[in-house]
């Protein structure tokens, strides 16, 4: 079984290098960089590794990158990984032992380490965790993984600007088991440093609230910028 990892990138110079050598110490059979416009060097510094496939996006936006990524993707689990998080050495093998032993189990997530110290982001940690566990939500840092058949047959991620990652989950709730592994993803802390662990923890509430209320993702982004 053959893991691809795609990597949606935008304006990453900073992160995408030890993004894309987490995945490949991790065991990537292949690792997809998916660029959405960077004006810094993300392209170049990613292409400076000949095994990793570089492409760019004609349209912004993660949903997007992430479903071209696919399309030109070989494995046979498709392993979605922000350019601010870092898959931990032995991570994908459990990935595989998890999806090879359980064909109920069609997508899931890995456990996230915040890669700051404090009570405040173990409390962030295991809210997440819950969240998954309980509501089957798993978000975009926590390192989406899915069946590559069962990607394609729900179409990837909705063509959306914003909150993909929320629908899509809910999309598969529905399909089959979802898992959260026990391994780790390293996360980084910067959103929550820039903005407060409160103020963007109550901030995310209230985006998933009005999300389920009816607001469109397209106005819901306004209130989430892309800052790095």
């Known amino acids: 079984m053959k893991v691809s990892v795609i990597i949606p990138a935008l304006n990453e110079q900073q992160t995408i290098a030890s993004a894309i050598a987490s995945a490949t110490n991790a065991g990537a059979d292949e690792v997809i960089v998916v660029d959405g416009g960077s004006t810094d060097q993300t392209t170049q510094i990613a292409a400076r590794d000949a095994a990793v496939k570089v492409l760019m996006s004609e349209q912004a936006g993660r949903a997007a990158q992430q479903n071209l990524g696919a399309e030109n993707a070989a494995g046979d689990v498709f392993l979605f990984l922000h350019a601010d998080c870092r898959l931990t050495p032995g991570s994908i093998l459990v990935l595989v032992n998890r999806i090879s032993s359980s064909p109920e189990t069609i997508a899931g997530c890995f456990r996230q380490r915040i890669n700051q110290p404090g009570f405040r982001y173990r409390s962030l940690e295991a809210?997440?965790?819950?969240?998954?566990?309980?509501?089957?939500?798993?978000?975009?840092?926590q390192?989406?993984?899915?069946?590559?058949?069962?990607?394609?047959?729900?179409?990837?991620?909705?063509?959306?600007?914003?909150?993909?990652?929320?629908?899509?989950?809910?999309?598969?709730?529905?399909?089959?088991?979802?898992?959260?592994?026990?391994?780790h993803i390293e996360v980084s802390a910067r959103r929550w440093q820039q903005r407060g662990v409160l103020g963007q923890t109550l901030r995310n509430w209230l985006i998933v609230a009005l999300a389920h209320l009816g607001v469109t993702p397209e106005r819901l982004s306004k209130f989430y910028p892309n800052e790095r």
């Open 127 to 141: 809210g997440n965790l819950w969240r998954v566990r309980l509501l089957k939500w798993a978000y975009g840092d």
């Open 143 to 183: 390192g989406i993984f899915v069946r590559a058949s069962v990607f394609r047959h729900h179409n990837g991620f909705p063509d959306v600007c914003f909150l993909e990652d929320l629908l899509l989950m809910k999309k598969l709730r529905r399909a089959g088991r979802i898992v959260v592994l026990n391994s």
